[in-house]
């Protein structure tokens, strides 16, 4: 039994894991945080934490493994955490300061997930033309 164990963890090792993030925003569009590579679901949130999260917003995570058939959609909002006191090293004075965490909401097996981005000017052009591309000239 330990052999299947020992195995799975190989295995589990071997398995590239990749995780999609986005932000919901208030018109319920999807803004793309970009794709983080970590071994963990928690180390990915942490690589995250500094990416533009506020206080009560949305993250959407998708956990894309490349031997699995299906990829888990993760779910959290964002809250402010317990307040504590630390001092400024500019002013040497006490502040208050409210971390900001991360409440699970739920998590659970998708197909696919691309949320409906915001309106973009360079690409939505009424043309149908990808004004971001770069294209050679003849």
Not at 72 to 84: D, I
Request: no cysteine; glycine share 8%; net charge positive.
């Amino acid at each position: 039994m330990s052999g299947l164990r020992q195995s799975a963890r190989i295995m589990d090792a071997v398995i590239a894991r990749q995780f999609d993030a986005y932000r919901q925003r208030n018109d319920g569009l999807g803004v793309s945080l970009g794709t983080v590579s970590a071994a963990t679901l928690q180390g990915a949130l942490a690589d995250l934490a500094g990416s533009g999260l506020a206080y009560k917003d949305t993250l959407f995570v998708v956990e894309r493994h490349d031997g699995l058939r299906f990829h888990t959609l993760h779910a959290y909002r964002v809250r402010k955490g317990q307040a504590v006191y630390v001092r400024n090293p500019q002013t040497g004075l006490s502040e208050r300061s409210e971390p900001l965490k991360l409440d699970r909401l739920f998590s659970l097996p998708v197909d696919a997930f691309t949320p409906t981005r915001p309106f973009d000017a360079f690409r939505d052009d009424a043309t149908g033309v990808d004004l971001t591309l770069v294209e050679a000239s003849k």
